[in-house]
Structures are given as structure tokens and as C-alpha cells.
T-cell receptor, first 115, second 113 residues
Framework: GAVVSQHPSRVICKSGTSVKIECRSL??????MFWYRQFPKKSLMLMAT?????????EQGVEKDKFLINHASLTLSTLTVTSAHPEDSSFYIC???????????FGPGTRLTVL | AQSVTQPDIHITVSEGASLELRCNYS??????LFWYVQSPGQGLQLLLK??????LVQGIKGFEAEFKRSQSSFNLRKPSVHWSDAAEYVC???????????FGTGTRLTIIP
């Protein structure tokens, strides 16, 4: 149980385009989902927290207009990187948590490369 | 502010040998502690967690961890490692009602024959 999927696993795009990454909880209802970014040899950096049906809460320094997060259902959250630039290239990981539980379950990650 | 320290960046162990990975935390409240494992290019898989109760917790893949409040530690152990255990191990902490996890920087485990 507690499986989280992400799609796509890898994406390559041109600079200036937008990319959408999906995060799904497959066997539980996720009232809260989290989006992280991971740089090489660095720990996970929390970008934002989203609760189903509410606006996402962004961490300091994360541009909300650039990283659009939608958590429209209890099993799906999306991260859209708008007008992507090479510096946005990174490994993006989502996690999901059910209501009343304190354990986050992580997706397999999405490798974004912006040319 | 809460913090997690994993003092060992990289550890090399022979296959079949025992393993202990260190994790120390700094936290004002009663901590909830986690160990995750991350393979290259993959997300994090939960190995085990501690919320309360017995301070020795068992996890998947033969791992265990012991919570020692007096030492602010939550070290991960395995009696005999397998080549498939080679990965990055990440310790994390939060507390009841806190949405956010604080992560350590991870320990990379290499297994040699």
C-alpha cells in the first residue's frame, strides 16, 4: 500500500516552454501533497505544500507564478513549470500524506532537462 | 529550528558485514523520526519510522533503528548487508501536527564484495 506515482519520469523541453508533472496517490486519499526539488548531492528542498481544494503554500524563495501547483482531487496534484529555463533543470519529487497520518510517501521523481 | 545531521557522507561496507548509519537531530518537541532509502534517479522509499513506544523499531529489508532520546539519535542498523543495499540513506524528522519534514543530507552506502 501507500504507492505514489509520478509522470513523466523524464522530460526534456526547450527553453521557454511549460512542462506539467503529475503526482498521483494510487491506493490512498492524499489530503496533503508536497513538491520537492533535489539538486545533485544535496538534500531535498521543499518547494510547496498543497492541500486538496486549497491554494498551495510556497516556501520562501520559490516563485509561485513559475511553479504552478494544482491539487484538484484527493489523488492528483500537478506541478507546472512555466516558461522553463535551463536553471530549472532538476529532479522533482512529490510526496503524499493521508489525513491524520504523519508519514509522507514519495513518488519516484521526475528528471527535468531544459535545453 | 529543527535540524538533522548525518555525519557520514559516504560509507563503504563489505557484503555480509554489519552496518550502522548515524542520525542526530535537534528538536524541541517530541520527534517523529524516519529513515528513507533512495536509489539513483529514484524517489524515497520509507524504511521505518518512530512515533512513540518501543524505541527499537523494525523496518523493511531487515533494517532496524533505535531511538535514544538522551543522545538525540536515531541510528539505522542492519546485521548483514547485501549488495542490493547500496543506495543513499536519508534520515528525516518532524513532529505531531507539523506538516514539514526536515531532512539530513544523506549517507551514501557502497557495498564491496
Amino acid at each position: 500500500g501507500a504507492v505514489v506515482s509520478q509522470h513523466p519520469s523524464r522530460v526534456i523541453c526547450k527553453s521557454g516552454t511549460s512542462v506539467k508533472i503529475e503526482c498521483r496517490s494510487l491506493d490512498f486519499q492524499a489530503t496533503t501533497m508536497f513538491w520537492y526539488r533535489q539538486f545533485p548531492k544535496k538534500s531535498l528542498m521543499l518547494m510547496a505544500t498543497s492541500n486538496e481544494g486549497s491554494k498551495a503554500t510556497y516556501e520562501q524563495g520559490v516563485e509561485k507564478d513559475k511553479f504552478l501547483i494544482n491539487h484538484a482531487s484527493l489523488t492528483l496534484s500537478t506541478l507546472t513549470v512555466t516558461s522553463a529555463h535551463p536553471e530549472d533543470s532538476s529532479f522533482y519529487i512529490c510526496s503524499a500524506r493521508a489525513s491524520g497520518y504523519d508519514t509522507q510517501y514519495f513518488g519516484p521523481g521526475t528528471r527535468l532537462t531544459v535545453l | 529550528a529543527q535540524s538533522v545531521t548525518q555525519p557520514d557522507i559516504h560509507i563503504t561496507v563489505s557484503e555480509g558485514a554489519s552496518l550502522e548509519l548515524r542520525c542526530n537531530y535537534s528538536y524541541g518537541a517530541t520527534p517523529y523520526l524516519f529513515w528513507y532509502v533512495q536509489s539513483p534517479g529514484q524517489g524515497l522509499q520509507l524504511l521505518l519510522k518512530y512515533f512513540s513506544g518501543d524505541t527499537l523499531v523494525q523496518g523493511i529489508k531487515g533494517f532496524e533503528a533505535e531511538f535514544k532520546r538522551s543522545q538525540s539519535s536515531f541510528n539505522l542498523r542492519k546485521p548483514s548487508v547485501h549488495w542490493s543495499d547500496a543506495a543513499e540513506y536519508v534520515c528525516a524528522v518532524t513532529n505531531f501536527g507539523n506538516e514539514k519534514l526536515t531532512f539530513g543530507t544523506g549517507t551514501r552506502l557502497t557495498i564491496i564484495p
